[in-house]
């Protein structure tokens, strides 16, 4: 037969107060759940993108503030500012600028990757110290000088690119 | 060939090259302007101070980027059209030339009048003389005759490799077992480099092409030359 707990869950389960964290409690581990939200009903929340929330912020109401609310339905020139400041906050938790205040994280990011730059910095250089072979001999000034004398004496591209910029009748690069 | 650190093409000496270099430049504008406007658009979106972004209705510009995209590919197609069908247009050419790939080296073959073959190695770095470029340069050099249409028959001996001088506008597979047809006309004399461009092993970086054009004179007197 259903044990009394199981009983018992079972009755908030139709209620509708409890969701699956009903089930898991009936199961022995009430000790592990954490309070859940039930997701079928609406909720608040504070979007930038989606500025009117279903449901107001504060959805019980105490006395004074069921009177404001009443005050709230006539004509809103005779609401005070702290009256329409508290009116506000009733509906909502956090105005639009609290929403979108600025935080540091920024710098932790910028320092962060300028971090992992100079990390990548040191192994760069730790590979050319270790790791690459010696250049070849064709990287000296005097090959390339060679180099570039034969391009130019070969007229290698020379509509718009290499020896388009030499003068070849001053013997010089063109200004 | 290449000067250090350059960005752009190798100057046309070709026809066909020519063509592409002017393709390339509209359709490097196109996508030029198209990317400036997404970030136009992005940068936009990151400084607007509006703040609702829930879906909303948006048929006519629904309408604009689609139609408008649709013309932009017609606009870059129809240049792109042109010039493969130029590149495959029938031509009688002068002389034709056989290139063959091997491991790790090419053989041309130039048959038509005699039996001229020669195999063509790269130069090693230590042996380049003053001032040849590394990793470009062969012990026997392509020639060709400036101004005439050549017809160039390029296969392979054992695995795929594949034929390219950036400059003539001319990149050719070769597939064993299988002749593929390129053809060119060379507009200016010169000498023009080119590497194996399929992976064919070790030292697929180290088989260089190296084409040679001169007036038909001297062509013909490299030729004789040859054969002796």
Redesign the interface.
Known sequence: MLSLPALCVGTLARRGVLGAASIRAAHGHSGHVATQEDMSVPHYYDRRSIPLPDVPYHKELGAEQKALKEKEKGSWKQLSNEEKVALYRLQFNQTFAEMNRPSNEWKTVLGGIFLFFGFTGLIVWWQRVYVFPPKPHTLTDEWKAQQVKRMLDMRMNPIQGFSAKWDYDKNEWKK | ?A?PL?LGF???MSPVMEELLHFHDHTLMIVFLISTLVLYIITLMMTTKL????TMNAQEVEMIWTILPAIVLITIALPSLRVLYLMDEINNPHLTIKAMGHQWYWTYEYTDYENLEFDSYMIH?QD?P?????LLEVDHRMVMPMESPIRILISAEDVLHSWAIP?LGVKTDAVPGRLNQTTFIIT?P??FYGQCSEICGANHSFMPIVVESVPLQYFENWSSLMLS
């Not at chain 2, 703040?51 to 829930?54: F, S």
């Not at chain 2, 003053?130 to 590394?134: E, H, K, L, P, T």
């Open positions: 060939m000067h350059q190798q100057d046309a703040t609702y972004t829930n770095t380049l003053n001032g040849y470029f590394r400059s200016r010169g000498m």
